[in-house]
């Protein structure tokens, strides 16, 4: 079966169309500024990509261009549609009604709504991606698969905070946690490489990039992650502050007579890495300047490290001891440099790093030390990958 994966944005439209039987891309592509001028990557298997700038004023009409890529005589992969089995959709948040992967009826697109409440910028935009879809491709499956519903196995324990209970009771304040469909195929993948049953492993994933998080993934279920209500919550990110004291937003509002809103996009888009070194999100350039000489930009990478190792201790212990942890995502399957920074700290599990197997980017492979008690991993993640799989499981 071909799978065709959407994650619809506001003004963007990521999409892969994927062959289950062999899991392997036959083409992937982006659409950038829809609603304003439109522009448009697209690239088939084993070909250069194709660039252009067609009118896209809104998504459907996105939509609508990547249909005719994909079926393009040149350039397609497709002859029709009816080569295309079934649609995939990421849904950023699904709260506490969706546990799982499901088809997209209009109960579900009306509880999606529901949890809108809180992604009120990401679960909309997912919703215009399935209602397009829907228009240009009637009849064919659809499947909501969420970015929370790997952390719904997380216990009380883990995901109350400590405010008045009526607050979740009445409202559904608690830790939701993101990038689920990451953790969730990386665990998978780590089991696999280690030729163990995940029933049988506790695994802590590291997915480090711009966004940021770490999971305890117990018997192959999340039991705690370090994203909240929102994904604010956690690690120092490239623009998110993490984790901190909830007084620090009345003190800024106080102090600069700014609304607690304004000070939240300060907290998300001003703060992190960014914000601690003052040159850039992008680790690149962060790192570029440390080697210069510039201490606000080492100080930002020393904290970066020690938040995300703190994480993994906390998780051991949440765990009562951890078998693997594995690194994911732009930074933690390309970066060796903050891999080394993170394993420093680990020494006291026996996670030894070996800094020759540590030089790799982009691949699979386990990088500790051969007799190392506790094996380090580094695997790329394919969320496009888990969407399908959940996809083509629903409809066969």
Do not use: W
């Not at 201490?295 to 051991?316: E, H, N, Q």
């Not at 930074?331 to 030894?352: F, K, Q, S, W």
């Amino acid at each position: 079966m071909k799978v065709l994966v959407i994650n619809c944005g506001s003004s963007s439209l990521k999409y892969q169309l994927i062959d289950s039987e062999t899991e392997s891309v036959l083409a992937k592509g982006l659409c950038e500024r829809i609603g304003i001028d439109g522009a448009l990557t697209h690239q088939p298997a084993g070909k250069d990509k194709i660039k252009s700038t067609p009118a896209m004023p809104d998504h459907k009409t996105a939509i609508g261009i990547v249909i005719d890529q994909l079926t393009d005589k040149e350039n397609g992969v497709v002859e029709s549609l009816d080569e295309i089995g079934a649609v995939g959709h990421r849904i950023v948040h699904g709260g506490e009604k969706f546990t799982k992967s499901c088809l997209i009826t209009d109960e579900v697109i009306k509880e999606v709504e529901e949890c809108s409440v809180f992604a009120p910028l990401h679960n909309p935009a997912g919703l215009i991606g399935v209602r397009a879809c829907q228009e240009l491709m009637p009849g064919l499956p659809m499947v909501a698969v969420f970015d929370t519903a790997f952390h719904q196995t997380m216990p009380e324990k883990a995901f109350l905070y400590g405010i008045p209970r009526k607050y979740y009771d009445e409202d559904g304040i608690r830790r939701y946690g993101f990038h689920g469909t990451s953790h969730q195929f990386v665990s998978l993948e780590t089991a696999k490489m280690l030729g163990k049953d995940i029933k049988d492993l506790k695994i802590i994933v590291c997915h480090l990039g711009n966004g940021a998080s770490v999971t305890a993934v117990k018997g192959g279920e999340s039991v705690d992650t370090s994203m909240g209500l929102t994904p604010l919550e956690g690690l120092i990110m490239g623009t998110r502050s993490g984790d901190l004291d909830p007084a620090i937003v009345e003190f800024i509002a106080n102090k600069e007579n700014k609304t607690a809103s304004e000070v939240l996009n300060i907290l998300n888009k001003e703060s992190g890495v960014y914000g601690l070194s003052g040159v850039s999100s992008d680790f690149r350039d962060v790192k570029a300047a440390r080697a210069e000489g510039n201490k606000a930009a080492a100080a930002a990478l020393d904290a970066y490290a020690y938040r995300v190792a703190k994480y993994i201790g906390a998780y051991t212990a949440a765990m009562n001891g951890v078998d693997a942890i594995t690194f994911t995502a732009g930074l933690g399957e390309n970066d060796d440099i903050t891999r080394a920074a993170i394993c420093e700290y680990l020494g006291y599990l026996g996670a030894d790093l070996d800094k020759e197997k540590n030089k790799v980017a982009g691949e699979p492979a386990v990088i500790s030390k051969d007799d190392a008690k506790v094996k380090l991993l580094c695997i790329p993640t394919n969320e496009e990958l888990m969407i399908a799989r959940d996809t083509v499981a629903l409809v066969k």
